[in-house]
């Protein structure tokens, strides 16, 4: 009884942040970047402590080679096998498997979510909802998302983030129903569909105290004094002082990944009027439906006052629906992943701007004719 009510009040605690074990994250930087550009995908193993969300293994999803001669292929479109891999059901009982493998060997065998690649921040897409609703659809399945940008990381600073559905658009996935009126009646935005949880890489305390403890190289003593100048400059392997300086940060020029993310921005922001113009249309459809409509009850209301008159039995006024078949209002479910998405871009500009901001502020003297 003891036990149960611990388990109760376990799975009644929110998940506050996420705590990734290095090796983890080597494994699957690994393997997103062996896998660029195509979409990686792999399952996530750990457990719940106290709101905290430690992963301590993962391992890869079998995934279909896709044809390289198919150069239009989208790597987050729903048809793409390597982004629905996770839903996939021969993967499903893969998992199953390797979770029993990891119980044999006395390692963390709860399923806590699943991982992804990304590039340039294009992660916001139905491929992306629908695996995460599959693992969190259960009642306190504390599952998250974790997702490695892999075009971010290759400038030099990793980008791992851990994700989870909120509640309000979990009960609206649930429901299927996108229309303005239940969207309306529920508050729901492009802001509540994601909730981002903090992540802390960690290391264990072996580890931390060996990087602590590694000695540096040995001073070469066997080095003979150099006789000029330019044998130093001419040397094949020039010494350097422990903090060389790096000029790459003083580049003044637009980063290439900026120009890449403003396409992109581009890009979803002509989705965006895609999808209001076919809101639009329905919207025409809809009024050309109700105007017939009712035409057709007024002439049917004058039609059964007619027969009143002359003591004949009333026509029933309800055959429009039998006649007449309203337009069905098109999912708003693309319109709100595309406006999350658009809202990712427009923070990733913002960093970039800021340092190219700066570096342009601190040479303004020199760009700014005399």
């Known amino acids: 009884m003891a036990d149960t009510l611990k388990d109760i009040l376990l799975k009644s605690v929110p998940l506050k942040s996420v705590q990734v074990e290095a090796l983890v994250v080597m494994k699957i930087i690994k393997h997103c970047s062996q896998s660029f550009p195509t979409t990686a995908t792999g399952s996530l193993v750990g457990m719940d402590v106290t709101g905290t969300l430690q992963i301590t293994n993962s391992f890869p999803f079998p995934t279909t080679d896709i044809p390289s001669t198919d150069s239009h292929h989208d790597p987050n479109s729903s048809s793409n096998p390597a982004a629905a891999a996770p839903r996939v059901r021969a993967n499903a009982k893969y998992q199953e498997d390797m979770i029993k493998c990891l119980k044999e060997v006395n390692i963390d065998a709860n399923n806590v979510g699943w991982y992804t690649s990304a590039n340039m921040g294009n992660f916001i897409n139905s491929n992306m909802i629908e695996n995460q609703y599959i693992y969190q659809k259960e009642v306190n399945e504390k599952t998250v998302a974790i997702i490695h940008d892999v075009s971010r990381s290759s400038q030099g600073s990793l980008s791992l983030r851990a994700f989870r559905l909120s509640p309000s ?4 996935y649930k429901e299927g129903k996108f229309t303005t009126e239940s969207l309306q009646k529920s508050n729901l935005s492009y802001q ?29 003593s066997n080095r003979s004094i150099p006789s000029s100048l330019d044998e130093i400059t001419k040397s094949s392997n020039p010494p350097q002082p422990p903090l060389f300086p790096n000029f790459d940060s003083l580049d003044v020029s637009v980063d290439p990944f900026l120009e890449k993310t403003c396409d992109l921005l581009l890009d979803s922001i002509e989705t965006h009027y895609n999808e209001l113009n076919n809101h639009q ?49 098109p999912s708003r479910l693309e319109g709100l992943l595309n406006s999350r998405q658009v809202e990712q871009y427009t923070r990733q500009v913002d960093g970039f701007t800021a340092s190219v901001s700066a570096k342009m502020f601190a040479v303004k003297g020199n760009l700014l004719p005399e």
């Open 192 to 220: 509540d569909i994601l909730t981002e949880l903090p992540l802390v890489v960690h290391n264990s305390l072996l580890l931390s105290s060996y990087l602590h403890q590694m000695p540096t190289d040995p001073p070469v």
């Open 281 to 329: 249309y329905y919207q025409r459809q809809l009024g050309r439906e109700q105007a017939k409509i009712t035409a057709w009850q007024q002439k049917r209301k004058l039609e059964n006052v007619s027969r009143v008159s002359a003591k004949q039995t009333p026509l029933p006024e309800d055959e429009w629906t039998r006649l007449f078949k309203l337009p069905q209002e």
């Open 169 to 172: 658009f979990m009960a609206a």
